[in-house]
């Protein structure tokens, strides 16, 4: 009878779990690069663009999903905020155009326009800066936070928590992260889990 060494395999199973987990969600604290993208205006937009910034709410999002057509009118209410306490929102849209003609660039400047978009909406073609931020969903929120120079990840995740039905949110988690890092205060919720549209990556 084979000998099946059940303790080798429970230790890999452990491991590529760690991966996985790992591959999904950026480390605390992770540093990120910046990045210069195509807005809807026709111009490119870098962090570096932004030299008052005391770190920024980047949105991954994209035009056709059902759940990020939810928060237009939450994220011009972001950026309007927090603009004016050099916290900008950038929103991106990192989606196979190949898959979602949607959320092709032309698309994108049609919906900047129709929902009077106040940030900037980027188009992130080659996928690289999802990739670098391991963004999943549309939305996806990240907060980052200069230090020392470097663009670091203090939160990521859900906006809040109540997609549907804004005026049942109980909790607003990027706006109460940001807050706390304005305060200089421990941010209550670092992660959440984002709900909605996958970001397909091609191979």
């Given at each position: ?19 996985f ?48 057509k ?6 011009n ?42 940030f ?21 929120a ?35 992260a940001?807050?706390?890092?304005l ?21």
């Amino acid at each position: 009878m084979k000998y099946i060494n059940y303790n080798f395999i429970f230790s890999n199973l452990i491991l590529l779990f760690s991966l996985f987990k790992w591959s999904f969600h950026p480390i605390e604290d992770a540093v990120v690069p910046d990045f210069n993208l195509l807005n809807t205006t026709g111009k490119f937009v870098s962090l570096k663009d932004y030299p008052d910034a005391k770190g920024f709410i980047i949105v991954f999002t994209c035009n056709h999903c059902p759940f990020a057509k939810l928060y237009p009118s939450r994220l011009n209410s972001l950026n309007k905020k927090y603009t004016a306490l050099n916290v900008p929102l950038i929103a991106i849209s990192s989606t196979d155009t190949t898959q979602y003609e949607d959320d092709s660039y032309a698309k994108m400047i049609e919906k900047a326009t129709t929902e009077k978009f106040n940030f900037p909406y980027l188009y992130d073609g080659n996928q690289n800066v999802a990739k670098s931020y391991n963004a999943q969903k549309t939305p996806h929120a990240f907060i980052i936070w200069k230090n020392k120079g470097q663009w670091v990840v203090k939160y990521n995740g859900a906006i809040d928590d109540n997609g549907a039905e804004p005026e049942k949110v109980q909790q607003h988690y990027v706006a109460d992260a940001v807050d706390a890092l304005l305060s200089r205060k421990p941010i209550k919720t670092k992660e959440t889990k984002s709900i909605g549209c996958q970001i397909h990556f091609r191979k």
